[in-house]
């Protein structure tokens, strides 16, 4: 059997779903499969997991060297907002959202998500579908350009950027992270926070863009939520300010409706973890807990 790669926030989010032997769960967002990992572990010996991914390259690796695990796994391609019609009248145990990039995904060049290494522009979850970052930097109107931008990347020199990527676009078809990277470093000038590259905003906002990441996002959550098992929990990480405000916002409203909110504010990643995983230090959970009808008649 395989080690697993150690996901981010792995212990708080186990704990958080109170994952149990005989428990059905559903990991919405595979990615490197270390959090599926951990819930058939601990579901064993006759739990079951669900794990859906939008990326059939993160379902094939999630799928290698899990030797008898296997047999409690099923393995879906779908974007999640697709789970409440897979679940189709099933009521898992705990459901949980990693709404970030995997590892994999980002070291990859050809996947066109970082500007560490050059590549395609491409920034597609599921490259059979959608348009990818470089039709969209090579296509959009500059005010759309700007906008999008500054909403998805909340970039302050985004008007500046898209006039220097539709300047640079009359030249020559802009088509690697390199190219691109390099015309908004021009354009943005120095980054305010101490490390932070001055393309990291824009190609956040690409991404976000090409992959239709916040797209129903609160309303999707507000549908799995109803979906749990009574006592059933819902967990999500976000990585950046936009995402979790979503989540936020959709379980404040849950509260009012048979939910109980477990994170008060979200759980972060300690000293130790952002040390050994860099990538982690933005991430954000929450989780809340369908309170069974014994518990809410007791509350009113």
């Known amino acids: 059997m395989r080690a697993p790669h150690v996901p981010v926030l792995l212990e708080e989010c186990l704990e958080l779903l109170a994952v149990r032997p005989g428990g059905s769960y559903v990991d919405g967002t595979v990615g490197m499969g270390g959090h599926t990992v951990e819930m058939l572990r601990r579901s064993a010996p006759e739990g ?32 999640f907002r697709e789970l409440p019609a ?92 390199g190219e691109l990277a390099g015309i908004v470093r021009g354009a943005a000038g120095r980054s305010r926070r101490p490390g932070l590259d001055p393309a990291t905003r824009t ?38 300010s936009l995402e979790d405000r979503e989540v936020k916002v959709a379980f404040r409203e849950l509260a009012k409706d048979g939910f109980r909110v477990l994170t008060r504010k979200p759980v972060r990643p300690g000293e130790a973890e952002v040390r050994a995983n860099p990538r982690s230090r933005s991430a954000r959970l929450r989780a809340l807990l369908r309170e069974s009808h014994q518990a809410i008649g007791r509350a009113a």
């Not at 991914?53 to 974007?79: M, P, V």
């Not at 956040?204 to 929990?233: D, F, K, P, T, Y």
């Open 203 to 240: 190609f956040q906002a690409l991404r976000i863009h090409v992959n239709r990441e916040l797209e129903g996002l609160g309303q999707v959550l507000a549908a799995l939520a109803h979906c749990l098992a009574e006592g059933g929990r819902l967990a999500v990480i976000a990585f950046h």
């Open 48 to 79: 079951r997991v669900l794990g859906v991914d939008r990326d059939a390259e993160s379902l094939e690796r999630a799928a290698l060297g899990l030797g008898e695990l296997a047999e409690r796994l099923h393995l879906q391609q779908a974007d």
């Open 86 to 177: 897979i679940l189709a009248g099933q009521r898992p145990d705990g459901i949980l959202l990693d709404l970030g990039i995997s590892s994999a995904q980002l070291d990859d060049a050809e996947r066109g998500f970082s500007f560490m290494a050059d590549g395609p522009l491409d920034m597609r979850m599921d490259r059979s579908r959608d348009a990818t970052a470089a039709e969209i930097v090579n296509r959009l109107p500059e005010k759309d350009l700007a906008d999008l931008i500054y909403r998805f990347g909340e970039e302050p020199a985004s008007r500046r950027i898209a006039r220097a990527i539709v300047a640079a676009r009359r030249r020559s078809r802009i088509r690697t992270t």
